[in-house]
């Protein structure tokens, strides 16, 4: 769990390459406590934001994804890399995101980021606490931060 006191703490999640094009969510109110991590879409559906902690830390960390226009075929069944929700072309998608200038890296994921209520639901269909899938979602959100973009985690203040 961590804490974003002001949209100020919230847009400095984000790498300062990324600032200058943050849309904030609507329905947020600050102080805002965040459990797991929080997830949105630009209101035009091109970017999909995400804060998240590494594990052990409670320094947010801010991604922002393109959201890769699908081929104009069929529908196609795409697993995503972080939940291992399957679905169609439209729930499972390319995501992207610039490393620099000249370099752009991209994950399969869900496209609108509910990983979380994915695994929550299925927890509760098997009967099991989620929260060991949640741990594990979370450490590989990091994995990608850190191995693709080079984000370092900050120990907890």
Same mark, same amino acid.
């Given at each position: 769990?961590?804490?974003?006191?002001?949209?100020?703490?919230?847009?400095?999640?984000? $790498?300062?390459?990324?600032?200058?094009?943050?849309?904030?969510? #609507? #329905?947020?109110?600050?102080?805002?406590?965040?459990?797991?991590?929080?997830?949105?879409?630009?209101? #035009?559906?091109?970017?999909?934001?995400?804060?998240?902690?590494?594990?052990?830390?409670?320094?947010?960390?801010?991604?922002?994804?393109? $959201?890769?226009?699908?081929?104009?075929?069929?529908?196609? #069944?795409?697993?995503?890399?972080?939940? !291992?929700?399957?679905?169609?072309? *439209?729930?499972?998608?390319?995501?992207?995101?610039?490393?620099? *200038?000249?370099?752009?890296?991209?994950? *399969?994921?869900?496209?609108?980021?509910?990983?979380?209520? $994915?695994?929550?639901?299925?927890?509760?269909?098997?009967?099991? !606490?989620? !929260?060991?899938?949640?741990?594990?979602?979370?450490?590989?959100?990091?994995?990608?931060?850190?191995?693709?973009?080079?984000?370092?985690?900050?120990?907890?203040?």
């Amino acid at each position: 769990m961590f804490r974003l006191e002001t949209d100020r703490t919230l847009v400095e999640s984000f $790498r300062p390459r990324d600032r200058r094009v943050i849309e904030m969510p #609507s #329905s947020v109110t600050f102080p805002l406590f965040v459990r797991d991590y929080l997830a949105w879409t630009e209101t #035009s559906g091109g970017r999909v934001y995400l804060i998240f902690t590494a594990p052990g830390s409670r320094k947010p960390i801010g991604i922002i994804f393109r $959201r890769e226009a699908q081929g104009g075929g069929p529908p196609t #069944s795409q697993m995503c890399d972080w939940c !291992h929700h399957t679905g169609s072309s *439209n729930e499972v998608g390319l995501l992207t995101t610039d490393v620099d *200038n000249k370099r752009r890296v991209g994950v *399969n994921l869900c496209v609108d980021l509910r990983c979380q209520a $994915r695994l929550e639901d299925a927890a509760d269909r098997t009967g099991r !606490h989620p !929260h060991e899938a949640l741990a594990r979602l979370k450490e590989r959100m990091f994995r990608f931060a850190h191995e693709a973009l080079g984000i370092q985690a900050q120990p907890a203040a």
